[in-house]
């Protein structure tokens, strides 16, 4: 049982570069989530979904975007890589909305931009 | 708005001591709350939540947490630390609005032999 997949685990961006953080879950989980970690600061929502077709922003969206057009996958857009984004990027996913079950969290992406 | 203190930034036990790390938490109703554990370059594991009902709550590897309204406080404790404890646990309040948690900055735990 695989559970959140995240790929890639590491990556070095330059500023003004793009790309796509994947995440994957195989439990059939409806909720799924964004979130950054920095050091000392805990960790900070940028978007969750409900379900295929349906995202929301959370507490730091600018920046991102996402797009969950199956079950499984939920994506996250860096279109214009700034230093600022340099963080920890972790996706979580949830049977249910997450104050009733706690989060599966994948073991995140590590991005440096430099 | 909510929030979740944890005032340790970093704790150092010997191994077999009991363990005891702070979670206070600001919420204008009855909050639901958990705990997670990050290992080094892992992702975050639930060890324990609560809901409601019994104040003390069991969770994984050992641990287990009290939940104390009157003291805003949901304090995780184990009674006696081995190496593999060693780790970064996370307190964090689920809003009933939305869908979010709010997590704690992390207690950093240290085992010594």
């Known amino acids: 049982n695989a559970g959140v997949t995240q790929t890639p685990k590491f990556r070095i961006l330059k500023i003004g570069q793009s790309m796509t953080l994947q995440c994957a879950q195989d439990?059939?989980?409806?909720?799924m989530y964004w979130y950054r970690q920095d050091p000392g600061m805990g960790l900070k929502l940028i978007y969750y979904?409900?379900?295929?077709?349906?995202?929301d922003k959370g507490e730091v969206p600018n920046g991102y975007n996402v797009s969950r057009s199956t079950t499984e996958d939920f994506p996250l857009r860096l279109e214009l890589a700034a230093p600022s984004q340099t963080s920890v990027y972790f996706c979580?996913?949830?049977?249910?909305?997450?104050?009733?079950?706690?989060?599966?969290f994948g073991s995140g992406t590590r991005l440096t931009v430099v | 708005a909510q929030s979740v203190t944890q005032p340790d930034i970093h704790i150092t036990v010997s191994e077999g001591a009991s363990l005891e790390l702070r979670c206070n938490y600001s919420?204008?109703?009855?909050?639901?709350l958990f705990w997670y554990v990050q290992s080094p370059g892992q992702g975050l594991q639930l060890l324990l939540k609560?809901?409601?009902?019994?104040?003390l709550v069991q969770g994984i590897k050992g641990f287990e947490a009290e939940f104390k309204r009157s003291q805003s406080s949901f304090n995780l404790r184990k009674p006696s630390v081995h190496w593999s404890d060693a780790a970064e646990y996370f307190c964090?309040?689920?809003?009933?609005?939305?869908?979010?948690?709010?997590f704690g900055t992390g207690t950093s735990l240290t085992v010594i032999p």
């Open positions: 979580a996913s949830s049977y249910m909305s997450g104050q009733g079950a706690g989060y599966t």
């Open positions: 439990m059939n989980h409806n909720y």
């Open positions: 979904s409900v379900g295929a077709g349906i995202t």
């Open positions: 919420y204008g109703a009855t909050p639901y």
């Open positions: 609560y809901f409601s009902g019994d104040t």
């Open positions: 964090a309040v689920g809003a009933n609005t939305g869908n979010q948690f709010y």
